[in-house]
């Protein structure tokens, strides 16, 4: 775990750096095509049921979640996604500010996705198998995205996140890094096709 907080730290850190010209080139787009912030923050369930703000480019217009569907977004043509959020979510280049999350270590660069703490469940309804998912910081990536993403229930994605935690180990989490690269290039089940329950902002 030392490891892994380390080459989170690093990662993360170089990410940042690497990906910094993107970050103001999507911030200005953000900012120039549609009102409200920059940024988008929602409180998350981390490790241990802890809760802290998660940080993505706002891809949705302002209060989106009390509009239409909520949290629920079934597809790429819901009217609350602006034009660069439509790219965004595509590309999932949404989700390069959660590096400062990882820095400041609410989140890994892998591990199961936070989900929001009333949905689907507040923390004490877990049961006691579903409330291993939070023994472990929860990441940008995990075991889940890159084998059904959006494409199945919250209760199936947590049974995934389970078998991570159990299976945890460093190789593991290189080969997922790797597998993200690839789901990302092919945009696969962003909005979960099949019987999707996807959360905003997945």
């Known amino acids: 775990m030392f490891v892994k907080r380390l080459i989170d730290l690093l990662g993360s850190l170089i990410g940042m750096i690497i990906v910094s010209p993107i970050v ?8 120039l095509t549609s009102k409200g912030p920059v940024f988008f923050k929602q409180e998350r369930l981390g490790k241990n049921g802890k809760v802290f703000k998660i ?5 949705m217009v302002i209060n989106a979640e009390k509009m239409g569907h909520g949290l629920k977004v079934k597809n790429e043509s819901d ?31 892998v591990g ?8 689907p469940y507040k923390y004490e309804e877990y049961n006691s198998f579903q409330c291993k998912r939070f023994e ?24 995934i996140d389970v078998e991570y935690i159990e299976r945890f180990n460093l190789w593991l989490d290189i080969k997922i890094l790797f597998r993200t690269v690839i789901k990302v290039i092919k945009c696969e089940d962003i909005y979960g096709q099949n019987k999707k329950e996807a959360l905003q902002g997945k």
């Not at 660069?84 to 270590?105: F, H, I, T, Y």
């Not at 936070?114 to 949905?119: I, K």
């Not at 910081?137 to 084998?147: D, F």
């Open 112 to 119: 199961p996705r936070p989900p929001v703490p009333y949905h």
């Open 24 to 31: 103001i080139i999507i911030a200005l787009s953000v900012k």
């Open 79 to 109: 009217e609350r996604i602006t034009r660069v959020g439509k790219l965004l979510r595509a590309s999932s280049l949404d989700e390069l500010p959660q590096l400062w999350n990882v820095l400041m270590g609410d989140m890994s660069l």
């Open 136 to 159: 472990m910081r929860p990441g940008i990536t995990g075991l889940a995205q890159v084998t059904v993403r959006n494409s199945v229930s919250w209760d199936e994605r947590i049974k």
């Open 55 to 59: 940080i993505k480019f706002r891809t």
